[in-house]
């Protein structure tokens, strides 16, 4: 059975809505607010991801390709 690849950028905290606030890039053991992380993926530092405003926020998301193992979890 093939290993499922761990995500580049997991979520290490949600709110009560469980709307994602905090991240870990799983890579460089960094931590990141939900605005630092959609920083950089706007400036190009997480290429398999995406930012989108939901709910009047900018929003962090993988990049949809079928796979489990790059989603943020």
């Not at 499922?4 to 460089?28: Q, Y």
């Not at 990141?32 to 709910?55: N, S, V």
């Amino acid at each position: 059975m093939a290993k499922v690849k761990a995500p580049r950028v997991s979520v290490i905290l949600e709110s009560n809505t469980g709307r994602n606030k905090k991240f870990i890039d799983n890579k460089t053991g960094e931590k990141m607010t939900r605005a630092l992380f959609a920083k950089k993926i706007d400036g190009g530092e997480y290429p398999g991801y995406y930012t989108r405003i939901q709910h009047g926020l900018i929003t962090p998301a993988s990049k949809p390709d079928g796979s489990e193992g790059n989603n943020l979890g």
